[in-house]
C-alpha cells in the first residue's frame, strides 16, 4: 500500500511538473511556437510520459484553461459573499477578475491567445470553447442573482456577461502589450469605475 502510494505521488508530481512547465512557456513563447518536445525538455520528462497524462498539446491546454477558471471563479465567489449592496456585489464581482489576471499574467496571456486559437483553428475549438462558456455561464447566473427583481431577459445578461468578461481581459491585455507604467489599485479602481458607471446609466443600480 504504502508503495503504491508513493507510485501515486510521483505520478501526480510528475504531471504538476509537466503543467507548470507548459503555462510557463505558454506565457513565455506563445502557444503556437510552443511544441510537446518543448514541454518535455523542461519539465526533464519524455515525450511517453507527457502522453501518459495528456493525449495532446490541445488537452494540457484545456487542463489549464479549466483549472485557470476554476480558481477565477472561486476568487470572485469569496470576494462577492461578503457584500451587502448589489452595486458593491456587482463592483466586488468586477475587481475580483480584475485584480486575479492583473496577478495571473501567465493565466491572462494564455486565456488571450487561446481565443485567437479558437477562431484560427475551429477543429480544436469544441473542447475549449466549453471553458469560457462556464465563465460565461457563471457571470451570467452571479449577474441574474445579484440584479435580481431588475427583470433582465437571460439573453441581456449573457451580454452583459461577456461585456464584463472582454472588458476585464482587454483592459489588462492593452496594459501589457502597450507596457505602460501602471498604479495597479488606481488603475483598477478607475478601470471598475467606469464600467459600473455603464450598468448604472442603464437603471441597473438600487
Same mark, same amino acid.
Do not use: P, W
Given at each position: 500500500m504504502d508503495a503504491e502510494r508513493r507510485v501515486q505521488r510521483r505520478m501526480q508530481a510528475t504531471r504538476e511538473r509537466i503543467v507548470r512547465s507548459a503555462l510557463a512557456l505558454f506565457a513565455k513563447n506563445g502557444i503556437y511556437q510552443t511544441t510537446?518536445?518543448? $514541454?518535455?525538455?523542461?519539465?526533464?520528462?519524455?515525450?511517453?510520459t507527457f502522453y501518459e497524462h495528456f493525449p495532446s498539446k490541445t488537452a494540457i491546454i484545456q487542463?489549464?484553461?479549466?483549472?485557470?477558471?476554476?480558481?477565477?471563479?472561486?476568487?470572485c465567489r469569496s470576494e462577492v459573499g461578503s457584500?451587502?449592496?448589489?452595486?458593491?456585489?456587482?463592483?466586488?464581482?468586477?475587481?475580483?477578475q480584475l485584480h486575479f489576471f492583473d496577478e495571473r499574467g501567465d493565466l491572462l496571456s494564455l486565456f488571450h491567445q487561446v481565443r485567437g486559437l479558437l477562431k484560427l483553428r475551429p477543429g480544436e475549438a469544441s473542447i475549449l470553447q466549453k471553458e469560457y462558456k462556464r465563465y460565461l455561464r457563471f457571470l451570467a447566473e452571479e449577474l441574474g442573482a445579484l440584479l435580481e427583481g431588475k427583470r433582465c431577459s437571460e439573453a441581456a445578461l449573457t451580454q452583459v456577461a461577456?461585456?464584463?468578461?472582454?472588458?476585464?481581459?482587454?483592459?489588462?491585455?492593452?496594459?501589457? $502589450?502597450?507596457?505602460?507604467?501602471?498604479?495597479t489599485t488606481r488603475d483598477l479602481r478607475v478601470a471598475s469605475r467606469i464600467f459600473l458607471e455603464g450598468i448604472e446609466r442603464n437603471g441597473w443600480h438600487e
Open positions: 510537446v518536445e518543448d $514541454i518535455t525538455e523542461a519539465a526533464d520528462v519524455g515525450k511517453g487542463h489549464l484553461l479549466h483549472e485557470g477558471f476554476e480558481a477565477l471563479l472561486r476568487q457584500a451587502r449592496t448589489t452595486r458593491d456585489r456587482v463592483k466586488r464581482l468586477l475587481r475580483a461577456c461585456a464584463m468578461a472582454g472588458y476585464v481581459t482587454g483592459y489588462l491585455s492593452y496594459r501589457v $502589450i502597450t507596457g505602460v507604467n501602471k498604479n
